[in-house]
């Protein structure tokens, strides 16, 4: 069994913390929150221990790893407490206030060969991954635009609130749900290096934008939109889209369906001219615990498989995660400077 | 339990399949009368239960049922709760202590004259019952037989072994509101096994069940032993699959389980309802 602990009990941590209990080979050892609410139900209802301060819990508990999820402010020195003391770390995301503090402890977890993950979950919804593979199968020919969407309904009324209004302290929607998408672009199609231009706009929050319209160009020098908005209410929950573009047809995917269009057939594939839909039911990954979508538990069981293989993860590294932060970076100073 | 019951999914854009068809089913539903106009169709064939999440929307609908008492005589709601959208942004926005204030009935402070948080503190147990009351209440006057904790809760209790809630929840429905607890889960086996361990026996619980194994965490061979050996009452649901399965080979699948009793499905037009209705009842 693996030695686990998790701090920060918001809505993510406490997702962790049931994966986790559920998973066959981990030990959830003990849980970390400013809030006495939440520790005082783990304390009646579970056998895990409860503690307020994350620097005492990695002492006394000695956990093999630790999963981080407090806001983000927080991310930093926690993740660097955990490093130096030879923990590997899952981390929320966004993952640090700064690309620089990033790429120190991306520095610091690669130096002392501990497995280093944040929660980019997109990555293990099946319908990314096949966009990813059809990409690199070159199916669209020359490729000539991409777009990448999220819309969903976080604030929806003006309220004023917590850390998450505060862009100080990584709230708004260009950290919570922009970042997702840069980081599906980054990884998918390839890596933003140049802002065109970028629109952050306030409907309802005070002090941090509601939506996020950006002008991406990218290390294989081609362009395209980011397009994200968390004050749109005709979305249910939030959804996430890319569309890419090239000479052959196009890609629509999003985490139900990766829908293909072909000017001409691609044999080696077996996709005909026309459109071709593929489902998320056959390209889902399978998971032993489900809760709120595999990919949550695939993540997680990614991470602790990396751990016990003494493998090096390829998924959501730091190195990944410090570098969609300095995307964001590029941006917010695109948009100060225009 | 009834071997038909309609789901809500179709009504709330809720595809598993596909995003846009469920922007589409919401264009479709965007008003209460085209809700009813469907449920009063499911009627007409001879379902009487309607399984539905405590969506907002469902107030109205419930509304209709009261005032018309006539057209709905006999007619049951299995309530679902909670719709966990609405806590999860809440729980994004305003924290976990903010979305209690937000939808915990009337004043906190109140609710608990001595102390407010403080004391809640000490007292999850009624906290959930002032939650559970204050998802009821668009129910009142209207048969609920079962009661059911949706599969996020349930399978968040169960990933956190906090089991004991389960007996405290079983307990309150069964007293306060005179119903059979029931559990939505993906993680059927595992539920089960928890149920047990902390007194509940054969509860009703409702997952899916298809052939591809779709959502069937734990494997599906584990479903079928389960649904051969165990002691529970279980409830189909996703038969097809999220669409991956056409009806008829979907639910000859199931025939080959004499325990379960009922099936969840939704649909939007008469004839898709009375084609799913007759293969159900003639598997099953």
């Known amino acids: 069994m693996i030695k686990g602990a998790i701090t920060g009990l918001g809505k993510m941590g406490i997702s962790h913390a049931a994966i986790l209990g559920a998973h066959p080979e981990v030990e959830m050892v003990a849980v970390c929150d400013a809030s006495s609410l939440v520790l005082n139900a783990f304390n009646k209802f579970s056998s895990v221990k409860t503690y307020t301060d994350f620097e005492k819990m990695v002492e006394s508990e000695k956990p093999e790893f630790v999963v981080i999820a407090t806001p983000t402010k927080y991310h930093y020195p926690m993740v660097k407490y955990a490093l130096e003391r030879g923990v590997h770390v899952f981390c929320e995301k966004p993952f640090t206030l700064t690309a620089s503090q990033g790429e120190e402890l991306t520095e610091l977890a690669n130096q002392k060969g501990l497995v280093n993950q944040v929660g980019f979950h997109n990555h293990f919804i099946g319908t990314f991954r096949e966009l990813k593979r059809l990409l690199s199968q070159n199916v669209l ?23 998450r209004s505060n862009p100080e302290e990584g709230g708004g929607c260009l950290y919570d749900y922009a970042s997702h998408v840069i980081n599906l672009i980054q990884e998918i199609i390839g890596r933003p290096e140049k802002i065109d231009g970028a629109l952050l706009k306030s409907f309802y929050s005070k002090g941090v934008e509601d939506a996020v319209y950006s002008l991406l160009r990218l290390d294989n ?65 399978p998971v032993g615990f489900y809760l709120r979508g595999e990919e949550y538990s695939a993540q997680i069981d990614y991470f602790v498989d990396c751990i016990s293989n003494g493998r090096k993860s390829e998924y959501n590294t730091f190195e990944q995660a410090a570098y969609t932060d300095k995307v964001i970076e590029m941006i917010v100073n695109h948009s100060k400077t225009n | 339990m009834e071997k038909v019951l309609f789901g809500d999914n179709q009504f709330f854009a809720v595809n598993h399949l596909s995003d846009e068809k469920s922007r589409a089913q919401s264009i479709r539903f965007k008003d209460d009368a085209s809700i009813i106009r469907v449920l009063d169709q499911a009627i007409s064939l001879g379902i009487d239960t309607f ?12 509304d209709h049922i009261r005032k018309n008492p006539a057209d709905y005589n006999g007619f049951k709601i299995y309530p679902c709760m909670p719709y966990a959208h609405k806590y999860a942004n809440a729980v994004t926005e305003l924290g976990i202590v903010g979305t209690i204030k937000q939808y915990v009935p009337g004043n906190i402070f109140g609710t608990f004259a001595k102390g407010g948080l403080a004391y809640l503190n000490k007292d999850f147990i009624k906290l959930m019952q002032l939650l559970i009351d204050a998802e009821m209440k ?37 007293k306060k509101y005179n119903s059979e607890p029931g559990y939505i889960t993906m993680n059927m086996p595992a539920l089960l096994d928890a149920l047990n361990s902390v007194g509940i026996e054969n509860p009703i619980i409702c997952s899916s069940i298809n052939k591809i194994g779709f959502r069937m965490s734990g494997g599906k061979e584990m479903y079928e032993k389960y649904l051969k050996e165990r002691e529970f009452r279980p409830i189909a649901m996703q038969v097809l699959a999220a669409g991956a399965l056409r009806p008829k080979e979907a639910i000859e699948y199931l025939g080959q389980f004499p325990k379960i009793e009922s099936v969840l499905f939704g649909a939007s037009s008469k004839p898709h309802i009375q084609e799913t209705k007759s293969l159900i009842e003639s598997c099953l």
């Open chain 2, 51 to 62: 399984m539905c999440t405590t969506h907002d929307r469902i107030a109205n609908i419930c």
């Open chain 1, 221 to 285: 020098g081609l362009s395209g939109t980011l397009l994200v908005n968390w004050s749109d209410e005709t979305y249910r929950k939030m959804s996430t889209s890319l569309t890419v573009q090239g000479k052959n047809g196009k890609i629509i995917c999003d985490a139900t369906e990766v829908k293909i269009y072909l000017k001409k057939a691609v044999p080696s594939e077996k996709l005909e001219k026309g459109w071709t839909i593929k489902y998320i039911t056959d390209l889902a990954l």
């Open chain 2, 138 to 174: 668009m129910f009142a006057g209207i048969q609920t037989p079962v009661i059911f904790i949706q599969n996020v809760l349930v399978d968040m209790i169960l990933g956190l072994k906090m089991y004991r809630v389960f007996a405290e929840f079983d307990a309150y429905i069964r």
């Open chain 1, 141 to 163: 020919g020359e490729v000539f635009h991409f777009s990448g969407e999220s819309y969903g309904p976080v604030v929806t009324k003006e309220k004023g609130g917590t850390w």
